[in-house]
């Protein structure tokens, strides 16, 4: 299995290498050159993952709409591709799509999807010169390791932690909180995080429990959170996790409130799906009817892709934004000069406004905390932005 699925990724590589070879030749016609940008999330089975899925199509969006734009650098025609690997939400398989990437001379990319796989790839990309813009990535390590060529554009866990904190005593009201977390290197830095804010805060620790990043099997564990009689329950788990966990809360008759970020919201947003009325979502970005050209943005998304349209798309759309108005800025698509760059930007985006630290952390990110009533979610309080 690890060998078919490393050739998957090798051959996207290769595909890449030709249609490195296309753009040379095209350019010394001199017809257009062509600019590859990398995408690489972890894709698996559709209905599970829609992260990946919607931050690529917003991608696709972005290069599309940039290719309409008639953009020209260095006295060339240009059109920019989206070049998708899936690095299988592993690791491993993410250093294997980075160095695909650098052989196809990518002039950025875009993801990875998780912190732990942006964190895999970052010192490949950095040897290589080659900015790395995460649209998902919230892990506050992810920016800490000193790389010029790292941006975030979601705010780090430090700053959704104070936000959380804020939401549970001001907003909630909780006095007593339940914390798990699904075991990833994210996961666990929020939980901690979070639960020292909420000491800070005067506010008590019910019960800490982990479980496994892909486990399904939440019964036991809420049982346990159950007899600490929570008021509230924050946790962290993403995609197909929450499905589980939310059937497993109804189905041992867990009736505290519910509190998580933007990995827990579900498919059918801005619909509740299964989650319970007064359940709390903490999402990156503007309040919808606050981001500019979304109406349109939106009409867009819809006509071309089907997928799930979350906030990851537009911050994924946000980002192949900044690194097309960067090489025209420069007038330059060589990836060296490109984070320097990105560096000064001061970007509006779909997302909100966008500027990057020093660090490359996105400076005074927005987010939107969203409560359910009636089977929908209902913006109640932005911060930041």
Not at 16 to 28: I, N, V
Not at 59 to 67: E, I, K
Not at 110 to 125: E, Q
Not at 365 to 372: C, E
């Amino acid at each position: 299995m690890i060998v078919s699925q490393s050739r998957r990724l090798i051959l996207a590589g290769a595909g890449a290498l030709m249609l490195g070879a296309t753009a040379r030749s095209a350019s010394a016609a001199g017809r257009e050159q062509i600019v590859n940008i990398g995408f690489a999330g972890g894709f698996g089975v559709r209905q599970q993952s829609n992260l990946s899925f919607g931050a690529r199509d917003g991608a696709l969006l972005a290069v599309d709409d940039a290719n309409l734009r008639g953009i020209v650098i260095g006295g060339k025609a240009t059109r920019f591709a989206l070049m998708v690997v899936d690095d299988q939400s592993e690791m491993n398989f993410a250093r294997i799509a980075a160095n695909s990437f650098v052989a196809a001379n990518v002039s950025g990319v875009i993801g990875h999807v998780s912190t732990d796989t942006s964190i895999a790839a970052a010192p490949i990309y950095a040897d290589a010169g080659i900015p790395m813009i995460s649209p998902t990535a919230t892990g506050r390590s992810l920016t800490t390791r000193g790389y010029k060529n790292v941006f975030q554009l979601l705010g780090n866990s430090e700053i959704t932690t104070s936000y959380l904190t804020e939401v549970s005593g001001q907003v909630i009201k909780a006095r007593r909180v339940a914390v798990l977390d699904n075991g990833t290197q994210l996961g666990a830095a929020l939980a901690d995080g979070y639960i020292a804010r909420l000491r800070q805060a005067g506010i008590e620790l019910a019960v800490r429990e982990s479980v496994g990043g892909k486990s399904s099997d939440f019964s036991a564990t809420l049982l346990r959170i159950k007899a600490a009689k929570p008021d509230l329950m924050f946790f962290t788990a993403i995609g197909p996790q929450v499905v589980a966990l939310l059937q497993a809360c109804k189905r041992v008759g867990l009736d505290c409130k519910l509190l998580s970020t933007g990995g827990g919201v579900n498919l059918e947003f801005p619909r509740t799906g299964l989650y319970p009325d007064g359940s709390s979502v903490l999402l990156h970005g503007l309040q919808v009817d606050r981001r500019p050209g979304y109406a349109e943005f939106e009409k867009s998304y819809r006509r071309k892709y089907d997928s799930a349209l979350t906030a990851y798309a537009m911050f994924s759309y946000d980002a192949v934004g900044m690194l097309v108005e960067a090489m025209r800025r420069l007038d330059s698509t060589d990836p060296r000069k490109l984070s320097a760059e990105l560096h000064k930007m001061q970007y509006r985006g779909m997302s909100g406004p966008v500027a990057f630290a020093a660090d490359g952390a996105q400076v005074n990110p927005p987010y939107t905390l969203y409560q359910a009533s009636q089977a929908q979610w209902q913006g109640v309080k932005s911060f930041g932005g």
